[in-house]
């Protein structure tokens, strides 16, 4: 698995564009980028998932640049409610199997 | 479609004694993985089954941890006995299996957890 850097935390107000950037410098050329993302007293969620450009659904995007060593989940115009931790996982089609997670990004949106 | 159900979602115990958690994965799903999260540590992975057989358990801590699926349905994982250091988060997820091809971290399904005390 590739691994990946991403800030510990972050703050951001209501109704703002949130971005969060994820660092993956020796991610393979089969390797996917994902996003997770949990609330407290929650388990993760998948949120987005791409491999290459941008991705984008009703909760989040996903830029991805052409040498795919970073990416950043952008989410629009944050709420309370999306305070919650933010994992970038990165890794190869995976035959069923585990997922490990880092430290991840804690968000915390401000009134 | 009913989600991933864990229970109890809180357990206080003494030290020495027995907890058993159990988890409920989305049913058609074959696989089910257990992870835990002490305070202020990261996610672990503790162990994988595939159906009822282990495929990967790896991640459990030690002998005082021990997970079963019988029939490959839900699954219990029981901690005997219990240690102040066990105390944090379980969590249990499902996915389901789709055989070779299926890109890292999609189709995942987590619980709400367990939160386990041990005073």
């Known amino acids: 698995l590739a691994k990946t850097t991403q800030p510990i935390s972050m703050d951001s107000y209501e109704g703002q564009e949130v971005n969060i950037t994820c660092s993956h410098n020796?991610?393979?050329?089969?390797?996917?980028i994902t996003w997770y993302q949990q609330f407290p007293s929650q388990g993760p969620r998948f949120i987005i998932q791409?491999?290459?450009t941008k991705v984008t659904n009703e909760v989040a995007s996903l830029f991805i640049p052409a040498d795919r060593k970073s990416s950043t989940l952008s989410l629009p115009r944050v709420s309370l409610s999306d305070t919650a931790v933010y994992y970038c996982?990165?890794?190869?089609?995976?035959?069923?199997?585990?997922?490990?997670f880092g430290k991840g990004t804690r968000l915390h949106i401000l009134p | 479609e009913a989600g991933v159900t864990q229970f109890p979602s809180h357990s206080v115990i003494e030290k020495g004694q027995t907890v058993t958690l159990r988890c409920d994965p989305i049913?058609?799903?074959?696989?089910l993985y257990w992870y835990r999260r002490v305070m202020g540590k990261e996610i672990k992975f503790l162990l994988h089954?595939?159906?009822?057989?282990?495929?990967?358990e790896s991640g459990m801590p030690n002998n005082r941890f021990l997970a079963e699926r019988t029939g490959g349905t839900y699954s219990t994982l029981k901690v005997q006995p219990a240690e102040l250091e066990d105390s944090g988060v379980y969590f249990c997820?499902?996915?389901?299996?789709?055989?070779?091809?299926?890109?890292?971290?999609?189709?995942?399904?987590f619980g709400s957890g367990t939160r386990l005390t041990v005073v």
């Open positions: 997820a499902s996915s389901q299996a789709v055989g070779a091809r299926q890109p890292y971290g999609y189709g995942y399904t």
């Open positions: 020796n991610i393979a050329t089969n390797d996917y």
């Open positions: 791409g491999y290459k």
């Open positions: 996982l990165v890794g190869d089609i995976n035959r069923d199997d585990k997922i490990i």
């Open positions: 049913s058609g799903h074959d696989n």
């Open positions: 089954f595939v159906k009822e057989s282990k495929q990967d």
